[in-house]
């Protein structure tokens, strides 16, 4: 059964703190690897990985994917408040539109 | 301004009581979703279309129902047969091919008391 598996479940930290959420997968033919941030609504996209070892930018977070470990890290750096969040991670398999979502880590950033 | 809108934002009704979630997109994607989520966990998906007049069940479809008889609508029935309704709803879309990245909307509160 394809199962993707998201740590921690919950994380508070203090502002200016670097955090490191952790994503590892297993599922048959997978394509890619997304990352999404959910403040009180809708998910917002992050970053979209599918191949091993590049790092993905986007000023203050990063996301890597190690496609042999199956799994994917989220680094943000010198946090802030208003990274307070469910960050997700998705996996996508080969022929299906369909995601495989993780339950998500709780992140709080205290000032 | 292209996107996708879901309607009501909190809706509230009884128990036994059948009821219809909205989604709308006019981003012209073709794949459409359904998720449920529940407190302290991630998305579970309920129903998916990837193209007018045809839609699959996800993982969680008993007590829900689905159509899209349009590119741009999916709405959902939670009808009284779903045992715990009360959640989160999201609806997503995509437009498919190499593309994966899910766009959101904005998600149904429903409580059922």
């Known amino acids: 059964e394809d199962k993707v598996v998201q740590s921690p479940l919950s994380l508070v930290v203090h502002e200016g703190d670097t955090v490191t959420l952790n994503c590892s997968y297993e599922?048959?033919?997978?394509?890619?690897l997304l990352w999404y941030k959910q403040e009180k609504k809708a998910p917002t996209f992050l970053f979209m990985l599918t191949s091993s070892g590049i790092e993905k930018k986007s000023g203050r977070l990063s996301s890597i994917l190690d496609k042999k470990e199956l799994s994917s890290i989220l680094n943000i750096t010198a946090t802030q408040t208003g990274d307070s969040a469910i960050y997700l991670c998705a996996v996508r398999k080969y022929n299906t539109d369909k995601l495989i979502f993780g339950t998500g880590t709780r992140l709080q950033v205290f000032p | 301004d292209g996107g996708i809108t879901q309607s009501p934002k909190y809706l509230f009704r009884k128990e036994g009581q059948n009821v219809t979630l909205s989604c709308e997109q006019n981003?012209?994607?073709?794949?459409m979703y359904w998720y449920r989520q529940d407190p302290g966990q991630g998305l579970r998906l309920i129903y998916y279309?990837?193209?007018?007049?045809?839609?699959q069940k996800g993982d969680i479809a008993e007590g829900y129902s689905v159509s899209r008889e349009k590119k741009e609508s999916f709405p959902l029935t939670v009808t009284s047969a779903q045992k715990n309704p009360t959640a989160f709803y999201l609806c997503?879309?995509?437009?498919?091919?190499?593309?994966?990245?899910?766009?959101f909307g904005p998600g149904t509160r429903l409580t059922v008391t």
């Open positions: 599922v048959t033919n997978f394509r890619s």
């Open positions: 981003l012209n994607h073709d794949a």
């Open positions: 997503a879309s995509t437009s498919g091919g190499a593309n994966d990245e899910q766009y």
């Open positions: 279309s990837q193209i007018v007049n045809d839609f």
